[in-house]
């Protein structure tokens, strides 16, 4: 059995706990030529920011046959997480927006509440981490390093501009081939959660890091817009200077409990796995056009759970398929996709 996250125990112990050694397993060959953002793939699959704590769940991920591995969002300072549960199992009807409701469940599950608050080690442990990460990657995978900024009381956007870009600017140096500013984390109730929502701080920012990492492609995290007017706006606004969007970071909704008590003091979680399925699918169709007509590529998270999902996901024009819930809750998942869906 392939050793997996613990959602019994704490971030910290499972930073603590990553597999030590990455398994020997044969991984079928890809058929067809993949790249993201100019850097050549041995697959369009992919681990977007979150399962990967640090360099050993990095390496693991990436002897199981993903080949785009993403360094869960740091910060510039140390933050610590929430207290668990980080992840909780939850079912109901499929997610189809923001807002709903899902209850907590017990027994075999495909979705949870994500609830970190986005952790982040001290710059210096990251930072070191990152290239022990970088090192660990063969041929035709590459790193991406998720960054967020973390917003004092009184800053302007300038500020977070200017924190989103030091962080941007650490990862760089560390080794990271993309930098992925979080624009979108549903989980904290600060300002940096729903930065996508807001074109003109978009634009500041994403100048921003362009300015601080000009020899790095950069991809842009997003959450679920309400229309295709907000969406096509927010990527004009940060298209001179990204060079993908990945989306959907999760479906918000309020959790109850099995008896029906409202869970994480009534607010909203990110939700991830087989309930935001279809909703994150509609999503990507939607935002391929834009991004199509912005010159720019498209990532595509949320639900990914089977390799009929990542055939929908390429053929709806996404460059890179991204899967966080179903493959925490099946490491060997890309190897059974890589026979289903890809095999050259
Ligand atoms: C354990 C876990 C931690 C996550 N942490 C982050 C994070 O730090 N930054 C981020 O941009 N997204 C984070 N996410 C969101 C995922 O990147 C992804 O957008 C979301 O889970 C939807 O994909 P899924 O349905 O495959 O889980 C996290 C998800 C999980 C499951």
Redesign the pocket.
Known sequence: MLPR?DIAQSYDWNYDHAPSQPPEVEVAPCAGRWSLCGLPLNSPLGV????LLNSRWIAYYAALGFDTL?Y??VRSAYRASYEPP??LPVGGAPLEDEGGSVRETQGAYD??A?S?G??SKDPEVWREDIGVARRALRQGQVLVV?V?ASPQPGWTVQDVAADFARCARWAADAGAQIV?P?F??PNVCTAEADIFLDPAASGVIAAAVRDAVPELPISL?VGLFPNGERMRAMVDAVKPFVNAI?A???ITAKVRAVAGEPLFDDLRR?????I??ER?LAETKLLAAITRDAGLELIS?????TAADVRARLAAGAANV???????IQPHLALRIRQEALTA
């Open positions: 996250y977007p920011a979150g399962p993403t869960k969002t980080n992840l979705s949870w994500i970190f986005m952790p998720s967020v992925e979080n979108s984390c995290k990945a959907t970071n999760s990110g939700i991830g796995g087989a935001i399925t994150c998270v949320g639900g990914v759970c991204q899967v966080a819930t179903a493959a925490m």
